[in-house]
């Protein structure tokens, strides 16, 4: 039998363990050591280097701004279902909160994320009950919409204030702990309409591009800690507000779209899921087109 260093017999000792249970005799593990060191050892190693992530996420805490509803709650479930610790943000919707809670097993609270010192209130709380926040997803978001020669100055700072300044709001109370810690991911909900604008909307285009602009500075500045920063921007997703809509004016939106349906607020989630790992660590400062073929940005 070949010489089993320290290394060979704690990874074959991990496996019996998984395998066995933990009345594995010596001669069990010596001849597991013997299948590691021959034909298994990258397996075993790299199986090791998965359970030893999955504790780190375990450990992690994640924040998703309107987290519960719409595209929000999808995120919440899918980060939830990874293995984070999931703080679901929310701002009126006390019905929308406790199915949140009861259906993904996220923890919700309530603050306004459009307000410097309820967000401040409302991320201490977090950390009291969940630790830090490692993940933040900044998706909360509102529209308000009007032709610009009737959009009143109200519409205008309403939509910027909860589409733009939540996710300074939020990112800046959080940042120096993401560095001290050497991680950390921002992730921010833009919109297609932030990428090509929409009549209507120049409120919600004005701060979906700026997203865009803060995600690209933002990400040269985390770079060198650990800290990804990076944007989605969906398209039309299959959500109530959609939904909502006249059935000929969404006959007419999916018209437009190659893939002929309506996103699912799951490929977003599942996005989110994959910027947030530790396996997305080389993406920053990019932004992520999730519509369908409808607009392809250069």
């Not at 298994?40 to 805490?61: C, K, P, Q, W, Y």
């Amino acid at each position: 039998m070949p010489f089993l260093g320290p290394k060979t017999k704690i990874i074959a000792r991990f496996r019996c363990a998984i395998c066995y249970g933990s009345d594995a005799d010596e001669s069990t593990i010596a001849r597991d050591s013997s299948d590691v060191l021959t034909s298994n050892l990258a397996d075993a190693a790299n199986f090791m280097l998965r359970s030893i992530a999955g504790e780190e996420v375990m450990s992690r805490t994640a924040l998703v701004t309107g987290g519960t509803r719409g595209i929000g709650l999808a995120i919440s479930a899918g980060l939830k279902a990874a293995g984070y610790a999931v703080a679901a943000n929310y701002s009126g919707n006390d019905d929308a909160a406790k199915s949140c809670e009861a259906t993904t097993g996220a923890k919700c609270y309530k603050f306004d994320v459009s307000d410097f010192d309820s967000v401040g209130a409302g991320l201490a709380q977090i950390e009291a009950d969940l630790g830090p926040v490692d993940i933040a997803v900044n998706n909360a978001g509102i529209t308000w919409d009007a032709p610009f020669h009737k959009m009143s100055q109200a519409q205008w700072q309403k939509v910027i204030a909860v589409d733009l300044d939540s996710a300074f709001n939020v990112t800046r109370q959080i940042w120096e702990g993401m560095r001290d810690r050497g991680f950390g991911r921002v992730i921010n909900i833009s919109s297609i309409n932030g990428q090509k604008g929409q009549f209507g909307q120049v409120n919600y285009s004005a701060a979906k591009a700026g997203l865009i602009g803060f995600t690209k500075a933002l990400a040269q500045e985390g770079a060198k800690k650990g800290i990804t920063v990076n944007a989605i921007c969906p398209g039309y997703i299959d959500t109530e507000m959609v939904r909502a809509v006249p059935e000929n004016v969404l006959e007419s939106i999916i018209s437009t779209i190659p893939v002929g349906r309506l996103g699912k607020a799951e490929e977003i989630a599942s996005m989110c899921v994959y910027l947030a790992s530790e396996d997305a660590a080389f993406i920053t400062g990019a932004t992520m087109t999730v519509n369908g073929a409808q607009y392809i940005a250069g």
